[in-house]
């Protein structure tokens, strides 16, 4: 690419970047439920986490073992990866900007995660994550290897799984959260 260019490719990314920030300012703004962050971390039932943007196809997470103690939940993490699940012991520290944790992992990486826009009956939720992946992983064959310290966002739809469900079911959360 010609450095005439770089200028005219960063300003469409800006540009990009502020539209982004109107409609997710737009969805912070339009939240009908009273379910917070607290809430939905609260209980026994197993999380489901489908990306809606991102590295990852859903389903991609789960989160169960949900354990609260004081300003801290603790709970186990399984992500889907080309080679298997993957899982994580998980610290998540509640911030002081509502709704949002500080999710350690204990393979080293951070993520910062908000509650957008959560339900009525609070079973799902709309979440934005900021990944911030430093330190070392050790990958299924028990190989460290070192993260990068890149940055990137996206978000995802988060549903409680009380018992089966289907893709209906999914498609029924989400659309309560995003009307």
Not at 21 to 43: P, R
Not at 87 to 102: G, I, L, M, W
Request: charged share 25%.
């Amino acid at each position: 690419m010609e450095t005439k260019n770089v200028p005219v490719v960063l300003i469409a990314l800006l540009v990009l970047a502020m539209q982004a920030s109107v409609v997710f300012d737009a969805v912070v703004s339009t939240k009908t439920s009273n379910i917070g962050l607290k809430e939905f971390y609260s209980g026994p039932v197993p999380i489901w986490i489908y990306c809606a943007t991102g590295p990852n196809a859903d389903p991609c997470k789960y989160d169960i073992d949900i354990l609260k103690y004081g300003d801290d939940t603790f709970f186990l993490r399984y992500a889907k990866e080309e080679r298997g699940w993957r899982v994580n012991q998980v610290t998540a520290r509640h911030s002081d900007e509502p709704d949002t944790f500080t999710v350690f992992y204990d393979d080293g990486e951070i993520h910062i995660e908000r509650l957008v826009v959560a339900s009525e009956s609070g079973k799902c939720a709309l979440f934005e994550v900021l990944v911030r992946a430093r330190g070392v992983s050790k990958n299924p064959n028990k190989k460290a290897r070192r993260l990068e310290s890149r940055s990137y966002f996206y978000i995802d739809l988060r549903v409680k799984k009380y018992n089966a469900h289907t893709h209906n079911f999914n498609e029924d959360c989400l659309n309560s959260v995003v009307r």
